[in-house]
């Protein structure tokens, strides 16, 4: 069944949400804190090594992958996709009666981007479309439960609800690639992951010194730096 594996996915990442926010009632705010920077530093661990592992392998990569962020991100600012997932948040806000929590669109931000934007979102998406193998996403649902979980102790509701962009990205993933499948080369894929550990350190570095990096806007770049190879 194509999709499965997104679907196992988003479960984890609810119930991981589910778990955290019984976490958060009994957690002091000072663990909280901590768990958030140790959540930071994992994620930008997950992010520099696998950037690192593909310029180890591809010495000619650095160009390209600057060309494609500056173009990316400008195509990102001018669409503003930060903005449209910030107005996205808020309406899930409402939706969710979460008023009273000033964390929401943070931790629904923040959440969705670490889970969202690695290269096993999109791998595996990929070969759940290709080969119906779900290997790779029942691995990242393992641990997305984890990380989703220490965020939503340390951040709140709206880590629970990073499950609704996880949902819509994958499963446009997987829908793509079935039909375009023969463009799907190793190295468009080799590219498209190491762009994408990027970002995900881009945002561990947001989580853990408290920068305010549009990561959301970079996303285009991983469209630009797979039409580097293919055009």
């Known amino acids: 069944m194509i999709g499965l594996g997104t679907i196992i996915n988003t479960s984890a990442i609810i119930a991981g949400g589910l778990l955290g926010m019984k976490f958060k009632k009994i957690l002091k705010q000072t663990i909280q804190e901590s768990l958030l920077k140790a959540s930071g530093l ?7 090594s696998g950037g690192l592992k593909g310029f180890q392998t591809k010495e000619d990569l650095s160009m390209m992958i600057i060309l494609s962020l500056v173009l990316g991100t400008l195509i990102g600012e001018f669409i503003d996709i930060e903005g449209r997932l910030n ?13 009273g929590d000033s964390m929401f669109l943070d931790a629904f931000i923040t959440t969705s981007l670490t889970v969202c934007i ?3 979102a999109i791998i595996g998406s990929i ?3 290709l080969y119906q193998d ?3 996403l029942i691995a990242k649902a393992i641990l997305d439960f984890i990380i989703v979980m220490v965020l939503a102790s340390s951040m709140g509701k709206g880590a ?3 499950f609704v962009p996880v949902f819509i990205f994958q499963d446009c993933i997987t829908l793509l690639a079935s039909f375009i499948s ?4 190793k190295q468009v894929i ?3 992951s190491v762009l994408g550990s990027m970002l995900i350190f881009v945002v561990g570095l947001n989580l853990t010194v408290n920068t305010k990096i549009k990561v959301a806007n970079m996303l285009p770049s991983i469209l630009i730096v797979a039409l580097f190879v293919l055009l």
């Open 160 to 162: 629970l609800f990073s």
């Open 182 to 185: 023969p463009l799907l080369t």
């Open 127 to 129: 070969q759940d479309a």
């Open 134 to 136: 779900y290997s790779i």
């Open 190 to 192: 080799f590219n498209i």
């Open 42 to 48: 994992a994620v930008l661990f997950i992010g520099l």
């Open 87 to 99: 107005q996205f948040g808020k309406w899930l806000k409402q939706k969710s009666h979460s008023y």
């Open 118 to 120: 690695g290269a096993m």
